[in-house]
């Protein structure tokens, strides 16, 4: 009884507005993020404005988190709503930790193979703003919820081969003269990766809720 009397309800739709945002503020933390790979004297800016988005992001997160408890019919389950914006949120927090790293480490050059990984971590948190719009009408749009994710998981893949070349290639480079170069470069590249798993993470989450509810 409950849930024919739930269908019948209008929806609260502004979870979809939140999801929205933060994902538009993730692809702005992804572009500074590529930016500061590009090294030299901006890194401290872009380092900044990095976490800047972040906190950006958590905003929204808290406002979503304040409506899930305060809302009466939401568009879905609740606990999925909560685990969909922390894993959103968890890719840009990876993306904080990531500039974090690099001020730790004073790094102000960065290799080609970093770059490349920023470029997959810009086309992964914008397939993530398509993926979350089409959540908005997820059974109209399941089929393209289902290509985006796949595509998400291309991304993924191609940094995962991406990580272990510069890996290979820190190693080769650093092994008989300065092994803090590798330690250190093999940090970054590790954060960089997780940041693309993270979005990943919300492709994952989204096709669940898709499947739950067709």
Not at 69 to 90: A, E, V, W
């Amino acid at each position: 009884m409950l849930s024919w009397f739930q269908a019948l309800m209008p929806r609260e739709e502004k979870f979809f507005d939140l999801f929205a945002r933060h994902s538009e503020v993730s692809v702005n933390g992804a572009k500074a993020l590529r930016e500061l790979l590009n090294g030299g004297p901006g890194v401290s800016a872009a380092c900044g404005l990095v976490i800047k988005h972040e906190n950006e992001a958590d905003a929204i997160t808290a406002e979503v988190m304040l409506a899930v408890r305060r809302t009466f019919i939401t568009p879905f389950d609740r606990g999925d709503i909560q685990d969909l914006i922390t894993s959103m949120d968890d890719a840009i927090d990876q993306m904080q930790k990531t500039a974090k790293a690099i001020t730790i480490f004073e790094l102000d050059t960065f290799d080609a193979t970093m770059r490349e990984l920023g470029d997959l971590v810009v086309q992964a948190a914008g397939l993530t703003v398509d993926i979350v719009a089409a959540l908005r009408n997820m059974k109209r749009d399941a089929a393209r919820i289902s290509t985006l994710a796949h595509e998400l998981t291309r991304v993924e893949e191609l940094s995962d081969q991406l990580h272990d070349k510069g890996l290979r290639d820190l190693y080769k480079a650093h092994r008989h003269d300065d092994p803090m170069a590798f330690v250190v470069g093999s940090e970054i590249l590790g954060h960089l990766e997780k940041v693309v798993d993270r979005f990943e993470d919300v492709a994952n989450r989204v096709n669940a809720i898709v499947i739950e509810h067709l």
